[in-house]
């Protein structure tokens, strides 16, 4: 008759994985990789930036961006393993 696990055991090899998968670090992305998505989130060149000195943040530089295309972003950024930071309200000078 095989052997059952123990409910420790499970708990323990539950923990490394997640553990594990806690290590991801963000890469940086080429400005193609960033237009892809931002055109796949129905935005346009250039509104997604990677910080180049914090990889981990991905900035959505559009004013006001609807819900369903900052949520589209959002999941973007979580399985690339980054932040996402959104800047709302842009306020060029006159000139």
């Not at 400005?31 to 900035?59: H, P, R, W």
């Not at 959505?60 to 973007?76: G, H, I, Q, S």
Request: glycine share 4%; proline share 5%; hydrophobic share 45%.
């Amino acid at each position: 008759m095989p052997r059952r696990a123990d409910i420790a055991s499970i708990l323990f090899i539950g923990a490394c994985f997640a553990s594990l998968s806690a290590c991801a670090t963000a890469r940086m992305h080429s400005q193609d990789e960033l237009n892809n998505a931002s055109l796949a989130c129905g935005l346009t060149y250039g509104e997604l930036i990677q910080d180049a000195e914090v990889k981990k943040l991905l900035i959505l530089f559009r004013e006001a961006p609807p819900p369903d295309k900052r949520a589209c972003v959002y999941r973007w950024a979580r399985t690339q393993h980054m932040r996402l930071v959104v800047i709302d309200s842009i306020k060029f000078p006159e000139e």
